[in-house]
Nanobody
């Protein structure tokens, strides 16, 4: 059973940075493409960035140039470095396989950006 545990969220001011971390247990992590997603209450969860097993990255337009996704296969970790944060980035952030493969979602980590 795969478990996803996100951490690193918090309350910051616009323009500041945060680094999110996700540890993945119980899976063939190194061969799985991973992503960071976010969800705002009342809206669907959306993909923010992804990184495949060859470390190729992809970003949604609304974070490109500001966020960086990375992974450490030795530690079963995936990271999201977020810079130049905007109030619109306020959400609960989750990691999961991308594309989704049926893993249950973790609890997420909340990011709040004040203006």
């Amino acid at each position: 059973q795969v478990q996803l545990v996100e951490s690193g969220g918090g309350l910051v001011q616009a323009g500041e940075s945060l680094k999110l971390s996700c540890v993945v247990s119980g899976s063939s992590f190194s061969t799985t493409a991973m992503g960071w997603f976010r969800q705002v209450p009342g809206k669907q969860r959306e993909l923010v960035a992804s990184i495949n097993n060859k470390f190729r990255t992809n970003y949604e337009n609304f974070v490109r140039g500001r966020f960086t996704i990375s992974r450490d296969n030795a530690k079963n970790m995936v990271y999201l470095q977020m810079t130049a944060l905007e109030p619109e980035d306020t959400a609960v952030y989750y990691c999961n396989a991308a594309p989704l493969v049926g893993w249950s979602w973790g609890q997420g980590t909340r990011v709040s950006v004040s203006s």
